[in-house]
């Protein structure tokens, strides 16, 4: 007896023209670490008092999909991703928080056992990047979607897995923070996380147990920055409610293919220092990234820009 293994198993995509249908077309291999996407269902008990005090009704209710896609960032493999979740396009390889979504036939393989789990209607609601000393750049892309269908038989991929773009690393890349528009002060910085939050929801109707639509929320942009204790610089910030702005630049080895995250206005709303032995004190802050609508401005509360 055969069990499927994760080392077997593959994502492909497909970007979705029409809301729920995959389009007739070739699906392209998705790199990724680990996944969680199923399908789930809402439950409705009956509320009949029965004498024997046991209930007889049980059915199923709306069904959505989910879950976490994670991924070692690298450049190229995804964009169409990043732009799912910024609701954007790429202009001139700058992309800007925008409102136009973009959606996707996921199909995950379990190549030993030939069986194939397709889903749809799926779009990036959040979106985490995490920075740390001695690892990859870690991405969550946080999907919603539709609905899922099964089968013995897998989508035609019109790629093999990627090859020639490396991940990005913590060490190929640099973190700035300074006054609104001009973020040039390197700071000493051990971790860097931040999470952009659409909070994409169905909406169900009468008639339907699967979404005919997904709706989106706000951009809320928000994350934590541990730096080394040095001065009162950073915490000066938080007491005077200093905005500021962040840049984050991440790349591969090879130092040419830079991805920049730019948050042109954050608020700093805590800045905790403790002691955790006798090792370095660390100054832990979050913040929340904000519109920038100055004279000037970007016009975003996030702006990733790449290298052609």
Request: glycine residues 8%; without cysteine.
């Amino acid at each position: 007896m055969a069990f499927s293994q994760g080392s077997r198993s593959s994502l492909s995509y497909v970007v979705e023209s029409a809301f729920g249908t995959t389009p007739a077309t070739d699906f392209a291999n998705l790199p990724f670490s680990t996944h969680s996407l199923n399908l789930t269902k809402d439950t409705l008990a009956g509320t009949d008092i029965q004498a024997d005090r046991m209930g007889r009704v049980n059915r199923q209710g709306n069904r959505q999909v989910g879950g976490d896609i994670v991924v070692d960032l690298r450049k190229g493999d995804y964009d169409p991703f990043l732009e799912s979740a910024m609701l954007n396009t790429w202009a001139t390889n700058v992309l800007k928080v925008g409102t136009t979504p973009k959606f996707f036939s996921i199909e995950d393989l379990a190549d030993d056992i030939t069986q194939a789990r397709v889903f749809t209607g799926l779009s990036v609601s959040t979106m985490g990047i995490s920075l740390a000393p001695n690892q990859m750049v870690t991405t969550t892309f946080g999907m919603v979607g539709k609905d899922m269908t099964i089968s013995g038989t897998a989508e035609v991929q019109d790629a093999a897995f990627p090859t020639g773009n490396e991940p990005f690393d913590a060490y190929s890349g640099d973190i700035s923070i300074g006054d609104v528009g001009n973020a040039t002060t390197s700071a000493i910085v051990t971790s860097v996380d931040f999470t952009l939050n659409n909070s994409y929801a169905p909406t169900f109707v009468i008639g339907d147990d699967s979404a005919p639509s997904l709706e989106y929320g706000r951009a809320e942009v928000e994350g934590t920055i541990t730096a080394y204790f040095e001065n009162q610089n950073l915490i000066e910030r938080f007491l005077n409610e200093t905005e500021s702005a962040l840049t984050v630049s991440v790349d591969a080895p090879t130092g040419t293919n830079p991805y920049t995250f730019t948050f042109p206005r954050i608020k700093i709303n805590s800045a905790d220092v403790g002691v955790d032995g006798p090792t370095s004190r660390m100054v832990s802050m979050s913040f929340v990234a904000l519109y920038d609508d100055s004279d000037g401005g970007l016009d975003t509360n996030l702006m990733i820009t790449r290298t052609a």
